[in-house]
């Protein structure tokens, strides 16, 4: 189940039994224990909702034992996954777990799909995943978002913040609480606005640097790599640049296949605007050159660990030569 089913059954109010909540969207996915909570009636909330940081089976048996008070529902939630031992006694309990009880597991990041407990959530569709938000839902998210700060914000503009942002939501709160603040209370945020008050994604900034390289504007480029040097090392910025080029030659194996953009953008999966350029990126590439490409940038590391260059100066190197031939 997505986050998006799971805030439906909210609404609907057809909660039931017991869930696990996970995934790399720590805000959403917070914000969805929220929601959950809201539905326990507010003057009896104090009284009807449990937390433990910590799980102990026996006494988050005995909590979702207990019955309500002055409410239709009680609300446990769990900060910890079970064990195998501790699981195997819950997961005996469980089915007869009272009506009026609603169990969350609520985890940082990605469960370990390995766990018992992980499989048995996922095979009773109990298993809630709240993964980053793609480009289009995160533009509706700073559109909505923008209201609260009494501003007005255009698609456009959303557009380019999550561009230049990330959909990852606790960033992308933190830029555009930002860039309403230098707008100020009943004013529009703007692309001009953004580029002054927001800080760039580092990913946005490779972006920026390709584009220099396959115009065929090294010097550019290099500016480009400098600023970036500014905010991550060398090595991450090398694996950030692998990963583009290992993308690229994705595209290029479907491309060979004769798949349209449109399936090669859907395969590749992740943000469609990355995607998106990794196609037409891929196209100014023979195969041979974006595999070279994928081992030089991969290669940093090692280079720099074995002491024959300095990370830096083997990550110039790859940047300088993972330009397309021109012809």
């Given at each position: ?239 950030l640049l692998a990963g583009r080029f290992k993308q690229m030659l994705q595209a290029k194996l479907y491309m060979e296949k004769g798949l349209d953009k449109k399936t090669v953008v859907a395969k590749l999966g992740g943000s469609a605007y990355a995607a998106g350029l990794s ?49």
């Amino acid at each position: 189940m997505n986050h998006t089913a799971f805030f439906k059954c909210i609404k609907d109010g057809t909660l039931h039994g017991a869930y696990l909540l996970q995934g790399k969207e720590e805000r959403v996915k917070e914000s969805a224990v929220q929601r959950v909570m809201e539905t326990v009636e507010e003057a009896a909330r104090d009284l009807n909702v449990q937390i433990f940081s910590a799980l102990d089976a026996a006494s988050l048996i005995a909590a979702c034992e207990t019955l309500p008070f002055f409410a239709s529902r009680r609300l446990i939630v769990c900060r910890e996954l079970p064990g195998k031992e501790q699981w195997e006694r819950l997961s005996a309990y469980l089915p007869a777990m009272p009506d009026t009880t609603l169990l969350l597991f609520v985890v940082r990041g990605e469960a370990n799909g390995t766990l018992a407990a992980v499989k048995a959530f996922k095979a009773d569709n109990a298993l809630v995943s709240f993964d980053i938000l793609n480009e289009a839902e995160a533009v509706i998210w700073v559109q909505q978002q923008t209201k609260k700060y009494d501003a007005t914000i255009s698609p456009m503009a959303a557009r380019y913040l999550v561009k230049v942002v990330g959909c990852e939501l606790g960033e992308l709160g933190n830029e555009l609480a930002k860039a309403a603040g230098y707008a100020g209370a009943g004013q529009e945020i703007t692309r001009k606005i953004i580029d002054i008050a927001v800080t760039r994604n580092i990913e946005y900034g490779v972006f920026a640097m390709m584009d220099c390289l396959l115009a065929g504007k090294t010097a550019d480029g290099l500016r480009a790599l400098s600023s970036l040097l500014e905010q991550g090392n060398a090595f991450s910025i090398a694996s950030l640049l692998a990963g583009r080029f290992k993308q690229m030659l994705q595209a290029k194996l479907y491309m060979e296949k004769g798949l349209d953009k449109k399936t090669v953008v859907a395969k590749l999966g992740g943000s469609a605007y990355a995607a998106g350029l990794s196609y037409e990126a891929a196209k100014r590439y023979t195969k041979e050159m974006l595999i070279r490409n994928v081992k030089a940038f991969s290669d940093v590391g090692f280079l720099q660990v074995t002491g024959q260059m300095k990370d830096r100066d083997a990550l110039e190197q790859a940047v300088l030569h993972c330009a397309p031939q021109r012809s």
